[in-house]
């Protein structure tokens, strides 16, 4: 009998124009074969937008496709769709992994993003309302960026009109010029975030996946954590697919051909103790 295989990816951010994922059947041959999926975040976008009745059609459109695409799949949620459900971290392998989107490990959620500052203070805000004294508990925290990521409307990514989207976008994420560093400050700093995150609350893990950076990338940390995380469905840098079995972990690149998407080659493979 063949091994059951997880497969973990995150960012599809169907819905969104930068998504190269128009149509959710073009993620077939990703899905062929896989036991249970892990969608680890940003799936699409929950969020309030100027488009309530898109919004909600995206939204029922991806539960039917994967619901009949996979046995069993688990939505992650990230700073995109913070409602989608209440899954904030999936465990794997007897915690030997360890999945999340990412967005926790910032401070303020999108350190690069229009909304830092807003972000900053709204999660202030939230974390005076705890008890004085009293670190917030990994499940609080989660609690916190998720409805404060929830409180900030969509932008640029409801937008329908091409021309107005590149516009949009431009005006959210490339402009000022200085953001642009702030987005390689992020990629600089992420895989020593998520062990410092792991460290803390994920201590027995070997493998940390994330996304929400989209910067596809396995760093070797010291003390042995090994990093992943899966990009993205966006250009320009593509994304990672990981498949775990009962006895290894193996990171293959995502590869389009005819507009579909599929497992390509291994990036890399690491052993699993046995359970």
Not at 121 to 134: C, K, V
Request: proline content about 7%; hydrophobic content about 40%.
């Amino acid at each position: 009998m063949s091994d059951e295989i997880t497969r973990v990816f995150s960012d599809v951010h169907f819905g969104d124009r930068a998504s190269r994922v128009r149509r959710l059947a073009q993620l077939g041959p990703l899905l062929e074969g896989v036991s249970q999926l892990a969608l680890n975040g940003d799936t699409l976008d929950t969020r309030v937008g100027p488009a309530p009745a898109q919004t909600a059609a995206d939204h029922a459109e991806v539960m039917v496709f994967f619901r009949q695409a996979v046995p069993a799949v688990t939505y992650v949620t990230g700073n995109h769709d913070p409602d989608v459900s209440m899954s904030h971290v999936m465990d794997f392998a007897a915690g030997q992994v360890c999945a999340t989107h990412g967005d926790i490990f910032f401070e303020n959620i999108v350190p690069w993003g229009r909304d830092a500052a807003l972000i900053t203070q709204r999660i202030e805000a939230e974390r005076r309302s705890l008890p004085e004294n009293a670190p917030p508990s990994l499940e609080q925290q989660f609690g916190i960026w998720r409805r404060v990521a929830a409180s900030i409307p969509q932008r640029h990514q409801s937008e329908r009109h091409g021309l107005k989207y590149a516009w949009r976008f431009a005006a959210d994420t490339v402009w000022p010029p200085t953001r642009f560093l702030r987005i390689l400050r992020a990629w600089k700093v992420e895989p020593g975030l998520a062990a410092t995150w792991a460290r803390q609350h994920r201590p027995a893990a070997n493998f940390i996946l994330t996304g929400h950076t989209h910067r596809p990338g396995i760093w070797q940390m010291p003390g042995g954590l090994t990093v992943i995380n899966t990009g993205s469905f966006c250009p320009p840098l593509g994304g990672y697919a990981v498949d775990i079995s009962s006895t290894r972990l193996v990171v293959r690149e995502v590869t389009a051909l005819r507009g579909a998407f599929q497992p390509g080659r291994s990036v890399a493979e690491f052993a699993l103790a046995a359970g």
